[in-house]
């Protein structure tokens, strides 16, 4: 058993839930109506936008590699959308529910007046400690980690080895995996989240490989990673392909002094 050689993971292209945040950051709350606040998180489609992103990523794997070994797709109609819109030749899509989005429960779509009226302890927690928040009735980003992201990679360890692998999931299950792959800290995890450098863009791809981009040499697990993600000029109207440099990294162990280091960080709460 082990990883495969490559996963392609892929976020969803802009959901039309997405356009609702995006008008709502706005100042605009109008799409937030008793119908649509009703519709169930795994229901929402693509915009007009979210199938361009797609098509447009699609362009781009397809130059990358033609043929996967397999084909791993959340069964959220948004990521089924996305990973047909890439046009993948002969692609034979598995369904998977552990791919499935973070549940944002009772607060999925809330405008945030009456989430801070209704719920202010929440809100509080959510501002204070965003890594271990839990949404009523839903999930921590901790939760995915330790539970779905780290079932996935035990699935792909037992069913990949060695294997290209092309998946369509969502941007909090991805940050998840990401923390579960690379072993990311808790205070590494949330400088990313915070940071607009590490933005999740729809249709952004972590292609993550055990082969040395550089040497060509194959190691025993992933260990490289480049991020890509569709942009439009907005002159031409023409996409292309925004795409990282590769980075590595690998597991980290912390001495007795490195942990003090880490609690030092944090100061006294009582005098």
Same mark, same amino acid.
């Given at each position: 058993?082990?990883?495969?050689?490559?996963?392609?993971?892929?976020?969803? %292209?802009?959901?039309? $839930?997405? @356009? &609702?945040?995006?008008?709502? =950051? +706005?100042?605009?709350?109008?799409?937030? /109506?008793?119908?649509?606040?009703?519709?169930?998180?795994?229901?929402?489609?693509?915009?007009?936008? %979210?199938?361009?992103? $797609?098509? @447009? &990523?699609?362009?781009?794997? =397809? +130059?990358?590699?033609?043929?996967?070994? /397999?084909?791993?797709?959340?069964?959220?109609?948004?990521?089924?959308?996305?990973?047909?819109?890439?046009?993948?030749?002969? $692609?034979?899509?598995?369904?998977?529910?552990?791919?499935?989005?973070?549940?944002?429960?009772?607060?999925?779509?809330?405008?945030?007046?009456?989430?801070?009226?209704?719920?202010?302890?929440?809100?509080?927690?959510?501002?204070?400690?965003?890594?271990?928040?839990?949404?009523?009735?839903?999930?921590?980003?901790?939760?995915?980690?330790?539970?779905?992201?780290?079932?996935?990679?035990?699935?792909?360890?037992?069913?990949?080895?060695?294997?290209?692998?092309?998946?369509?999931?969502?941007?909090?299950?991805?940050?998840?995996?990401?923390?579960?792959?690379?072993?990311?800290?808790?205070?590494?995890?949330?400088?990313?989240?915070?940071?607009?450098?590490?933005?999740?863009?729809?249709?952004?791809?972590?292609?993550?490989?055990?082969?040395?981009?550089?040497?060509?040499?194959?190691?025993?697990?992933?260990?490289?990673?480049?991020?890509?993600?569709?942009?439009?000029?907005?002159?031409?109207?023409?996409?292309?392909?925004?795409?990282?440099?590769?980075?590595?990294?690998?597991?980290?162990?912390?001495?007795?002094?490195?942990?003090?280091?880490?609690?030092?960080?944090?100061?006294?709460?009582?005098?």
């Amino acid at each position: 058993m082990g990883l495969p050689m490559d996963l392609y993971i892929m976020r969803h %292209g802009e959901s039309e $839930a997405n @356009a &609702m945040d995006a008008t709502l =950051r +706005g100042g605009d709350d109008s799409q937030f /109506t008793e119908a649509n606040i009703a519709v169930p998180d795994r229901c929402w489609r693509l915009t007009a936008m %979210g199938r361009l992103q $797609a098509a @447009a &990523m699609g362009d781009w794997i =397809r +130059g990358q590699r033609q043929v996967f070994d /397999t084909y791993l797709v959340s069964p959220y109609t948004r990521t089924r959308e996305t990973a047909a819109l890439l046009k993948l030749p002969n $692609a034979q899509w598995l369904e998977t529910r552990t791919m499935r989005e973070r549940s944002l429960g009772e607060i999925v779509t809330i405008v945030p007046e009456e989430y801070q009226r209704d719920y202010r302890r929440n809100a509080i927690l959510r501002r204070e400690d965003p890594m271990y928040w839990r949404a009523p009735a839903g999930d921590s980003i901790a939760d995915v980690a330790d539970v779905r992201a780290s079932a996935f990679v035990r699935w792909l360890d037992a069913n990949a080895d060695g294997q290209e692998v092309m998946a369509v999931a969502h941007g909090d299950f991805m940050h998840a995996l990401m923390m579960v792959l690379e072993d990311l800290s808790d205070e590494e995890f949330m400088f990313r989240i915070s940071n607009r450098s590490w933005e999740f863009h729809n249709c952004i791809c972590l292609h993550y490989t055990r082969r040395d981009p550089k040497t060509g040499h194959v190691g025993a697990t992933l260990s490289w990673v480049q991020t890509a993600w569709p942009e439009q000029d907005s002159r031409t109207g023409q996409w292309s392909t925004h795409v990282e440099a590769w980075r590595t990294f690998q597991r980290t162990k912390l001495s007795n002094e490195d942990l003090m280091e880490k609690v030092r960080a944090i100061k006294p709460h009582l005098n």
